[in-house]
């Protein structure tokens, strides 16, 4: 007994396991119309850092992104209207900072917008909002106090769009992850019809699927609605959307790291987004990630390119991910149905089918990714098991007579092989509308009629990675006015370039009064600009500063070792400098909202205009300065150990930055010798002879 359970067993191994018998067949019909595989820049500020890019590796980044038959071959993109409030990993800049203006050149949306419909003209465009300037509040938080105003606000965009770019926006959503308004939306769209852009197509309402509850019920918000947008909806959907018979879009997922994991993630629910939940679009938040680590989220794009200063980029997993789909589709395909082109493996794993608008061309993508493999971010996924096998493939309908497809490969590392991304293999052969294909766990096929598909790439690699540069140095006078200083990520608040006194440009913050907020940062009523290396411990920083003569805050900060941004700012900690010139005091804190006072003081002298405020910290003793006179020189605490060197405001209002300067600490180690000699308390600071 025991012999023939050991020879059974041995046996089993070699027994191949079966996928079942997976058909490709469009007599019976095809499905829901494919809508695209989108990016998302914005909440917030998350393509912040491209924008300075050497030109040569800039290019190359957005080549991988938007060139059809590349990279990424992205089909939609989606933007953030700036509302001039932290909306993730930043401000973004709205071009209303008040009901009386307009401004078409803030910010970087539109440049990005430029160079995708540049690289590939049919790419669609989606604009939404996560935070609205304050006026449009009427005093209170909601956008929809005053509906027609809000929505004449977010035309006004859609308008300038067009005026000043040539760009049409084919997509407008309601406000990100937040209440909607049923209101609202007949007036947003009643608005954009009367004024000629009924080609502009509403996106409801970047969340839940719980307005497909009132489309059901209100046939005016259903004629409204032309998609529902859904927000991580872990591959399902609800029987009410599926009953308004609207297309389903993952407006926004994905949101993981872009290791291959992330990677996992991202082709697994490209493909089961449809297979389980219908959904005809998916867009990744976010399309590049281009901002500082520390800030929230780090590295949840597509590709990272965090690096300005040395051109250094790195193309990630999920860009050749989307291109098994995106190579080889179109906006304007159809799905095959399920049972006849979509489905599931039955030994785990997906595949969808899809058919171009004529019929004459078929792309099957089918993945096997493994539970541990694929997490994303959100939500929690429920266990599952893949298994090696044998997919026995008929092709009925007009595929009956199909001899070969081409293939397309990849299969990421989890160990210590080498990663597989985006390999043209040998054709699968097809005899008398048969074949066989042996998967494996954890690989992606593109199997397609189509004789398209590149894996992009260029002459020479990314250069290599360097540190932040130190010294550091900017007097704001290479920019174009309203442009928002490169290097500097503003978390709350809005500084842009400005006209100066007589020649000279500054950096001025803009925000007036509280924004109509999408996080928690925003209650601090405090603006924070970031720069430089989460890692710098020991630092140096100076600026010219002022205060408005009107409309202006009531203090300025410079700071060192900040910890974060986002919208955890409200936390922030680090080694605050605030000099109040008006009250002629300072207060040296170690938090944002300056509540854990480490001293505080006078500041002696004030200049009318402008002042020199400076911060040096070394070890736990920091030394603040004005117009070049000491204010203190005092023991500080030693956590936060290191951060961003920042600066900003201490209520909204304006306030001017020039000719900021940030080095080692090491090089102003005179500083204390300075302070000794005016008969202030001189703390030990290691390393200062």
């Not at 300037?133 to 929505?151: E, V």
């Not at 409801?204 to 509850?213: H, K, L, R, S, T």
């Not at 020479?460 to 900017?474: A, D, H, I, N, Q």
């Not at 936060?640 to 090089?667: H, M, Q, R, Y």
Request: hydrophobic residues 35%.
């Amino acid at each position: 007994m025991m012999f023939t359970t050991l020879a059974l067993a041995a046996v089993a191994v070699f027994v191949e396991l079966s996928a079942g018998v997976v058909i490709f067949d469009d007599s019976v019909g095809l499905e829901r119309r494919f809508d695209g595989i989108g990016g998302l820049s914005g909440g917030g500020a998350t393509s912040k850092l491209l924008v300075n890019y050497p030109k040569k590796q800039r290019d190359e980044i957005l080549d991988y992104l938007f060139k059809p038959n590349f990279g990424a071959s992205l089909q939609i993109l989606k933007v953030e209207i700036g509302g001039d409030a932290q909306s993730t990993d930043g401000t973004e800049a709205s071009h209303m900072h008040n009901s009386w203006e307009e401004n078409y050149q803030r910010g970087y949306e539109w440049w990005l917008m430029l160079e995708a419909k540049k690289r590939n003209p049919n790419i669609k465009l989606y604009g939404l909002p996560w935070t609205f300037p304050g006026w449009i509040g009427d005093g209170t938080r909601s956008p929809y106090t005053n509906p027609k105003q809000t929505a004449t606000y977010v035309l006004k965009w859609v308008l300038g769009a067009k005026k000043y770019y040539n760009l049409t926006i084919d997509y407008i959503g309601v406000w990100n992850e937040r209440d909607y308004n049923i209101t609202y939306i007949k007036i947003l769209r009643k608005t954009l019809d009367d004024n000629g852009l009924s080609n502009v197509r509403i996106v409801a309402a970047d969340g839940g699927w719980g307005i497909a509850n009132d489309i059901q019920k209100d046939s005016v918000l259903a004629s409204a609605i032309d998609y529902i947008g859904t927000h991580y909806p872990g591959t399902l959907t609800t029987t009410e959307a599926m009953k308004t018979g609207k297309q389903l879009w993952a407006s926004e997922d994905y949101s993981t790291f872009n290791d291959n994991v992330g990677g996992g993630c991202w082709a697994r629910i490209l493909n089961q987004n449809y297979v389980n939940g219908f959904m005809t679009s998916t867009i990744s938040w976010n399309l590049i990630a281009s901002y500082y680590q520390a800030l929230p989220f780090y590295r949840d794009g597509l590709m990272t390119a965090v690096e300005p200063w040395s051109g250094n980029y790195i193309v990630q997993s999920p860009v050749w991910i989307t291109a098994h789909t995106t190579q080889f589709t179109e906006i304007g395909w159809k799905y095959l149905r399920h049972g006849a082109g979509v489905g599931k493996l039955e030994t785990g794993g997906s595949y969808v089918g899809l058919v171009s608008p004529d019929e004459k061309d078929l792309t099957i993508v089918i993945e096997t990714m493994t539970h541990d493999h694929s997490l994303c971010i959100r939500p929690a996924l429920p266990p599952y098991n893949v298994t090696a096998a044998t997919v026995e493939i008929e092709f009925k309908g007009s595929f009956a007579a199909l001899t070969s497809l081409n293939v397309w490969y990849s299969k990421p590392s989890y160990g210590s092989e080498a990663d597989v991304f985006f390999m043209k293999r040998n054709k699968l052969s097809i005899v008398n509308g048969k074949a066989s294909l042996k998967v494996n766990p954890d690989e992606i096929y593109t199997l397609t009629t189509l004789e398209v598909g590149q894996k992009g790439s260029f002459d020479t690699p990314p250069p290599p990675s360097k540190p932040f540069p130190l010294p550091y140095t900017e007097n704001f006078e290479g920019y174009e006015v309203f442009m928002e200083p490169y290097d500097l990520a503003q978390q709350m608040g809005v500084f842009e370039v400005a006209q100066g006194d007589a020649s000279n440009k500054v950096m001025r913050q803009k925000v007036l009064a509280q924004p109509v907020t999408w996080c928690q940062a925003e209650s601090l009523n405090i603006s924070l600009n970031v720069i430089g290396s989460h890692n710098w411990t020991d630092i140096y920083v100076e600026a010219d500063v002022k205060l408005g003569e009107v409309n202006g805050t009531n203090g300025v900060f410079v700071a060192a070792r900040v910890d974060q941004g986002g919208c955890n700012a409200f936390s922030t900690t680090g080694i605050f400098l605030y000099i109040f010139p008006k009250s002629n005091n300072y207060i040296l804190a170690n938090n944002l909202g300056r509540t854990s006072v480490i001293t505080s003081g006078q500041l002696g002298e004030v200049e009318a205009s402008w002042n020199k405020v400076s911060l040096m910290v070394k070890g736990t003793v920091a030394v603040g300065m004005l117009n070049g006179n000491s204010l203190f020189n005092h023991t500080v605490p030693s956590k936060p150990t290191s951060g961003f060197v920042g600066l900003g405001t201490d209520s909204w209002g304006i306030a001017d930055f020039d000719n900021l300067k940030i080095t080692s600490a090491e090089n102003h180690l005179h500083l204390l010798r300075h302070v000794e000699k005016q008969d202030t308390k001189l703390y030990f600071v290691p390393g200062a002879h």
